[in-house]
Nanobody, 119 residues
């Protein structure tokens, strides 16, 4: 089993920044990649924000447009997501998810952290 705990959400004004952190514990060696996803109803799917693999390859959602950066700190088993130039449309609950090798689906989810961007 793998446990994911997110932190760092909050409220900011447009143009502001936040750092989200995902602390990972458990059978970490069974994970191939960790991603950040976001969900804001009425949209019914979680959208990929960014992902990073065990060999440090990264992938970003098209809407990121260079504003966010994903990174990993293996000394603390943490995956961070730096959110910069936040827009009102970035308001959502952000979830951390872990994917096993040779899989395309998220096997483990965190509980989520809320990001609210408003003026």
């Amino acid at each position: 089993q793998v446990q994911l705990v997110e932190s760092g959400g909050g409220s900011v004004q447009p143009g502001g920044s936040l750092r989200l952190s995902c602390m990972i514990s458990g059978q970490i060696n069974t994970i191939y990649s960790v991603g950040w996803f976001r969900h804001d109803p009425p949209v019914d799917k979680r959208a990929l924000v960014a992902a990073i693999t065990s060999d440090y390859s990264t992938k970003y959602g098209d809407f990121v447009k260079g504003r966010f950066t994903i990174s990993r700190d293996d000394s603390t088993n943490t995956v961070n997501l730096d959110l910069n130039h936040l827009e009102i449309g970035d308001t959502a609950t952000y979830y951390c998810g872990a994917v096993r090798p040779y899989s395309t689906t998220v096997a483990y989810w965190g509980q989520g952290t809320r990001v609210t961007v408003s003026s």
